[in-house]
């Protein structure tokens, strides 16, 4: 039985294939949203549906039944967009047991992708996003004056 010695530690990149950028209950990393969920979630879901690119007034369906509709729907779009692993199941879990928080996680999910967007897309190398998409992306951005951690 032979040992090896690891020379150098593998680098952990910030966010794996598939997966979330920030869990679930991670509000810290993002205060400025959390309170202005925490003061006003209809609000808020509002903006976040409006910088996702669908209709703004979506999450006000989100009263009327007992599964969050635009809950639901934002975030199997999100998901699906940035190929994140979940599943319909999920998605309705967390819409109708952690509502807010799921709220807030798309939130950071959208602010963290157009910061990464935005740098890659600052390189000379890379090409310029279409216009639909660039406008997008600065509508993230500008979402309540975010604070990218």
């Not at 509709?69 to 975030?75: E, G, T």
């Amino acid at each position: 039985m032979s040992r090896q010695v690891v020379q150098v530690q593998p680098e952990s990149r910030g966010q794996q294939e598939g997966q979330w950028s920030t869990g679930l209950c991670e509000c810290h990393k993002d205060v400025g949203d959390c309170c202005f969920a925490l003061c006003c979630l209809p609000v808020f879901t509002c903006k976040v549906t409006r910088a996702v690119g669908a209709c703004a007034c979506l999450p006000l369906l989100d009263c009327i039944g007992c599964v969050p509709p635009a809950s639901l729907a934002m975030r199997a779009s999100v998901r699906q967009r940035y190929g994140i692993q979940g599943s319909v199941w999920s998605d309705c879990l967390y819409g109708c047991c952690c509502y807010p928080l799921s709220w807030l996680q798309i939130s950071r999910e959208l602010k963290r992708r157009a910061a990464s967007h935005a740098s890659s897309s600052s390189s000379p190398s890379s090409s310029p996003p279409s216009s639909s998409s660039s406008a997008r992306y600065s509508a993230l951005c500008s979402l309540q004056r975010a604070h990218l951690v």
